[in-house]
């Protein structure tokens, strides 16, 4: 993880944030320990509980403990008291910064007014987090800043586009060893996700079609040079079919019914929904025949068979790894540079959900370029003054 490496390197000189606890509840996770590591670093006391009582690696917790000095409160498959004990437990710290996946420290908070005090603010990770947030917000029980770390725009890029798109056509191709040159890939939606599969796909040889509902994005696809028309027309081109558009029934039976023999259905969307199950199982002769790990074959009453992958669940964790490191990478370096920011603008941001600031944007973008060996010009000050005059025209 070199951005957060570097990050690590100046927090251990300048030490910004000397004194600061923190109470995080992410997935204790190698990257995340290398998060905390940072923060430590940085001067900070962490304090650290799992999100999701599933996702905690013993080792790396332990390793926490043991050689970081951070405070760590998780066991892999904890029951759900004490999940909850572990996040009390969490926030006797008396934090000063909360670090969240879920808003669970920020809901434990809105219930014990006494913690506000010592806050300067909060990082959450997830869009899900996000909402339950900005829902707290709006019936004010949210008492501090807390930043949306995720929507910075270039962990956007590195998660949706560069992560998901390479991680997705990967789990399709750990999945059923096809090759991708020459055949028809289908992208359902053109939106963050499904630009970086296509972009993926078309650099793997295949011809790309893409299917929309939104007119601009379908403009888009189409002046970005792939095929553009409706899913009951790219059902029947398609060889691998891959929806990504966060909605549902996107490959329904109208679309099942003109699929080709042999057809490998992928989805890379948030939730098992975008291919419409219960219709494909409707259409087969029977149950399916698990071909490969994470592919059922199922088959149609004319004798054609469709692959579905991952039981339709998000491709690239279900036949995957799921993001490279590099894209925590860049996730786990905006939450460090939030962390700062929201210690060092202490009282000046107020209560509620706050957006990554366009300079930490600026400053992620600058440390992956230098973590990639990369050098880039700089506005020189005529041409600085000239971007922001009126007075000189034509
Ligand atoms: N697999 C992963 O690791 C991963 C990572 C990030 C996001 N996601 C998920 O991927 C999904 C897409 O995310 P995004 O950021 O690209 O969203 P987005 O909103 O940027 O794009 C979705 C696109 O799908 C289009 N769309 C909606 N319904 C459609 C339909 N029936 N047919 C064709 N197009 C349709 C929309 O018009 C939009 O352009 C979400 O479920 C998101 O949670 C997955």
Redesign the pocket.
């Known amino acids: 993880m070199p951005v957060l490496a570097r990050i690590r390197e100046r927090f251990a000189v300048e030490r910004p944030l000397e004194d600061i606890r923190i109470a995080a509840s992410l997935h204790v996770t190698p990257e995340t320990a290398v998060l905390v590591r940072t923060l430590i670093a940085g001067g900070a006391r962490v304090a650290l509980c799992a999100s999701n009582p599933l996702s905690t690696q013993d080792d790396v917790a332990a390793a926490l403990v043991a050689h970081d000095g951070a405070e760590v409160h998780a066991r892999r498959g904890e029951d759900m008291e004490t999940y909850y004990r572990h996040l009390a437990t969490v926030a006797e710290i008396g934090p000063h910064v909360t670090l969240d996946d879920g808003a669970d420290v920020a809901a434990l908070i809105a219930e014990r007014p006494d913690l506000l005090e010592a806050i300067v603010g909060g990082t959450e990770d997830t869009a899900t987090g996000v909402l339950r947030l900005r829902a707290m917000q709006a019936e004010g029980r949210l008492g501090y800043p807390v930043v949306a770390v995720n929507d910075a725009q270039v962990t956007r890029l590195f998660?949706?586009r560069y992560?998901?798109g390479q991680?997705?056509l990967d789990g399709v191709v750990r999945a059923t060893n096809v090759l991708l040159a020459g055949r028809v890939v289908v992208v359902?939606?053109?939106?963050?996700?499904?630009r970086g599969i296509a972009m993926r796909a078309r650099g793997a040889g295949a011809i790309v079609v893409v299917?929309?509902?939104?007119p601009v994005?379908a403009v888009e696809a189409r002046m970005d040079g792939y095929e553009v028309m409706p899913?009951g027309e790219a059902a029947a081109r398609g060889d691998v079919l891959i929806t990504?558009?966060?909605?549902r029934d996107?490959v329904a039976a109208e679309q099942i019914e003109r699929l080709r023999d042999g057809a490998i259905l992928a989805n890379?969307?948030?939730?098992d929904v975008e291919i419409d199950l219960p219709a494909l199982r409707a259409a087969a002769t029977g149950p399916p025949r698990r071909v490969r790990p994470a592919v059922d074959q199922y088959e149609l009453p004319d004798g054609r068979r469709v692959n579905l992958l991952a039981e339709g669940r998000?491709v690239?964790?279900g036949a995957a790894e799921?993001?490279p490191p590099a894209v925590m990478d860049v996730a786990a370096a905006s939450q460090a540079l939030s962390v700062e920011h929201l210690v060092q603008d202490r009282g000046e941001l107020a209560p509620g959900v706050h957006d990554v600031p366009a300079a930490i944007d600026a400053a992620l973008a600058s440390l992956t370029l230098a973590s990639l060996g990369i050098a880039i010009d700089g506005l020189t000050p005529d041409q600085e003054a000239y971007l922001h005059s009126w007075e000189q025209g034509t």
């Open positions: 998660d949706a992560g998901t991680s997705a359902f939606g053109y939106g963050r996700v499904g299917c929309e509902v939104d994005r899913a990504a558009t966060g909605g996107v890379a969307g948030h939730f998000v690239n964790l799921g993001h």
